[in-house]
């Protein structure tokens, strides 16, 4: 991609309500615009990210067999009456009346919706466990909407639904559930961890929440230095204290922030039974289904990421994720034509060999381009500049630890040879 064609526009200017650096690095970069409290675009640049974490997510539902569908983002009143959330749900459930008078919600999560859809495709405990997921945009009209998209009112969830004949089948499950959230946030190279959970709105008695360590995190974190002990600090009325003896005897008390980025739980009978979803099981009997439910916030990991890996310079995207792999930053570009048809080389080669490369075409100073380059986060750059033009020397930066590694094309030659190629292919382990 072109830096002239890409759509990305960066800006100095960060709103006031721009509390956290997550949330004014999304604004400058150009990855979001917004558009009222609590509700974003997300322009190519963040779009980009946003797709590469729907898609480490995807192949980890897949490789489980979950099965991906996409269910509708309004909903019918009445499912909310038979499972008798409809009153019980509060004011974050925003309301729609249509036409006809009907009631509708947009929804905030889908049990109702998924449970109907197992009471009428499930009729054997032979179709039995399903798995069934969907990548879709929520709305919670929260009391407080904030941080950018880390608690925003329209989001992006992966929301998943697993049905069972029995507890023990709900049990397998939420273990290789459990295992493929691990699986998503090790791919995205998170530090983070599992604590144990409340169920919240939702319901059920087992759960796990998955939290991306942040010091901006709005949850406080409680573990032990010695066991697997971690829980959420709100499922105490008085939490223990940084080195008290841990609750469960087995060392001193540990205490980080956290973002919740996954939850998964174990629903049991809850919506099966008021909404009688029933299979038959071997002996022919009706039996209400056993569900689990399992989420991840699709948009707030991006700006977890950002929360977690930033510098005084910008965004220090891990890999997996970065809208870009590297910037191309050609000094004469647009003045010099040897240094054009070069770099232009480069550039195809480059995308032959599958590397997402941003090339920096703007006839601007030096300086803004590398400041873009760190602004937006991209984790590697080549710099055509003057060590190029003097002894063909190209340099290989680092984001993270600046550092460079020079590459130099024969003596006298400005000419691509395979040579810097393969290396800058190893170097970006390609
Ligand atoms: P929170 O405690 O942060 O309000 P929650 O427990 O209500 O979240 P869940 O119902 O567990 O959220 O939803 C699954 C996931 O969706 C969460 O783990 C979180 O990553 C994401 N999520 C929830 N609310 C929001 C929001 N307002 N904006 C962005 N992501 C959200
Ligand atoms: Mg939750």
Known sequence: ???????????????????????KLMIRSGMIKKLASGIYTWMPLGLKVLKKIENIIRTEMNNVNALEILMPAIQPSELWEESGRWDKYGPELLRLTDRHEREFCFGPTHEEIITDIARKDIKSYKQLPL????????????????????????????????????????????????????????????????????NGQIGGSESHEFHVIADNGEDELIFSDSSDYAINAELFSDPPKEGDICPDGSGKVKIKRGIEVGHIFKLGNNYSHSMNATVLNKNNENIKMIMGCYGIGVSRIAAAAIEQSNDENGIVWPASISPYKITLISIGYTKNNVIKKYTNDLYESLIKNGVEVLLDDRDISPGKMFSDSDLIGIPFKIIIGNKF??????????????????????????????NSIKTLLNLLNK
């Open 1 to 23: 991609m072109k830096f002239s064609k890409s759509g990305i526009s960066t800006t100095k200017n960060t709103p006031n309500d721009a509390e956290i650096i997550s949330h």
């Open 131 to 198: 798995i069934y997921y969907q990548i879709q945009t929520k709305f919670r009209d929260e009391m407080r909407p904030r941080f950018g998209v880390m608690r925003a009112r329209e989001f992006l969830m992966k929301d998943a639904y697993s049905f069972h004949e029995n507890e023990k089948c709900l049990n397998k499950t939420y273990e290789i559930m459990f295992q493929a959230y691990k699986n998503c946030f090790d791919k995205i190279g998170f530090e983070y961890k599992v604590v144990n959970a409340d």
């Open 389 to 418: 033009i003097e002894d063909n020397i190209l340099e290989f930066k680092d984001r993270k630890y600046n550092k460079t590694i020079s590459i130099s094309e024969e003596k006298n030659n400005k000419k691509l040879s395979n």
